[in-house]
């Protein structure tokens, strides 16, 4: 990680200014909202404001209708509303496609890590699950290579099959309505583009005024998630459309009839409230703090309830799960200030939240 930040010494300056793009939208987050429904509706798609999970639970079943098959790509939203359990408890056909969620969800599990989910299953644990659950062909002496060879054509299908394409936002652009998404393993292209319609989910706290802001977000979280360069950002204006015909614009054309966003709240506008936990609103969700932090090191996924861990999810509990408990556990090291990428002082940020605790006690 160090490497990569050293060899790509733009990551910085591109994070400071990511920073203040993203304050410009805290301190006008209405008008900001309201801008991305227009530009979102503008080039076809349709957008929805949820203030709760209960509302995004419905909003988004809803567009799912009728419709059994549906694939999902890698989303902390759509952990933090619990979309896959809602849709499979309705009974539909719903599989996570990236990897590590794959392997968590077959596993009948929990992530441990906002980038990782499966960091927490050995190679061996792996082939077991695979063998029960997949393809007794594999085993825990299988290649990692094998392992991944035989999830990938297993999720083809379900790829082929999908009515609905569910994915998360790294950011979206206001002044387009664009969504950005940003991956390695090439499911999130699958998803956005097989099925005949797209559903992006994400929190009003990934806004950024422009496109080329966005997509400066998805650069600066690849780098300081450790992976750079990315090997796929995928951007979404609304749904598939076509100018081959005379140059008139029409939708749709190959892919999705259909492009949704769904902006949730679930605690965020008040949060934007508070001068001091408004801070944790800036974060990218790159888990870069996680493995400074002596406290994740210790209790892993322990430490609070998926998919907001590490000092990430202690800030985040206290947002979307009204849960000032993991802040308390914070031993106020420091080393996950030093290495956030927006200048996030967390420690700072706990601190309030145990202060907020307090004062809710009396």
């Not at 969700?285 to 202690?314: E, I, Q």
Request: net charge negative.
């Amino acid at each position: 990680m160090n490497r990569i930040l050293s060899s790509f010494t733009e990551l910085s300056s591109m994070a400071q200014e990511l920073r203040k793009a993203k304050l410009e939208v805290l301190d006008n987050l209405d008008s900001y909202v309201a801008q991305t429904v227009r530009s979102v509706e503008a080039s076809g798609g349709r957008a929805h404001i949820a203030g709760t999970v209960e509302e995004a639970k419905k909003i988004i079943a809803d567009l799912v209708g009728e419709r059994k098959r549906i694939v999902l790509s890698k989303s902390n939203v759509l952990l933090e509303i619990g979309v896959r359990e809602m849709l499979a408890s309705s009974g539909k056909d719903v599989w996570e496609t990236d990897l590590g969620e794959f392997i968590v969800q077959i596993a009948g599990d929990e992530p441990s890590h906002i980038v990782a989910p499966a960091l927490h299953f050995s190679r061996q644990d792996v082939g077991r699950l695979l063998n029960e659950k997949i393809d007794s062909s594999v085993s825990e002496d299988s290649s990692v290579e094998q392992m991944v060879s035989r999830v990938r054509e297993f999720l083809l299908h379900r790829y082929l099959e999908a009515e609905v394409g569910i994915t998360g936002a790294n950011s979206v652009a206001a002044d387009t309505g664009s969504v950005a998404l940003l991956e390695n393993e090439g499911n999130i292209r699958m998803v956005t583009v097989l099925p005949q319609t797209h559903i992006a989910v994400t929190g009003i706290d990934k806004i950024l005024p422009s496109l080329r802001l966005s997509m400066m977000e998805t650069l600066v979280q690849s780098g300081y998630g450790g992976l750079y360069p990315p090997s796929y950002i995928n951007i979404t204006s609304g749904p598939s459309s076509t100018a081959d015909i005379e140059l008139q614009r029409v939708t749709p054309a190959t892919g999705p009839r259909e492009f949704h966003l769904v902006l949730l709240d679930n605690g965020r506008s008040a949060a934007n409230a508070d001068p001091e936990l408004r801070e944790a609103l800036l974060c990218i969700k790159c888990g870069r703090c996680y493995f400074s932090c002596p406290v994740y090191k210790a209790l892993g996924r322990d430490w609070m309830k998926p998919p907001y861990g590490g000092p990430t999810g202690a800030m985040w509990a206290a947002i979307v799960n009204r849960d000032i408990f993991p802040a308390n556990l914070c031993t106020h090291s420091g080393g996950c200030r030093e290495v956030c990428p927006v200048g996030i002082n967390i420690p700072r940020v706990l601190e309030h939240i145990k202060e907020l605790g307090v004062r809710d006690s009396r």
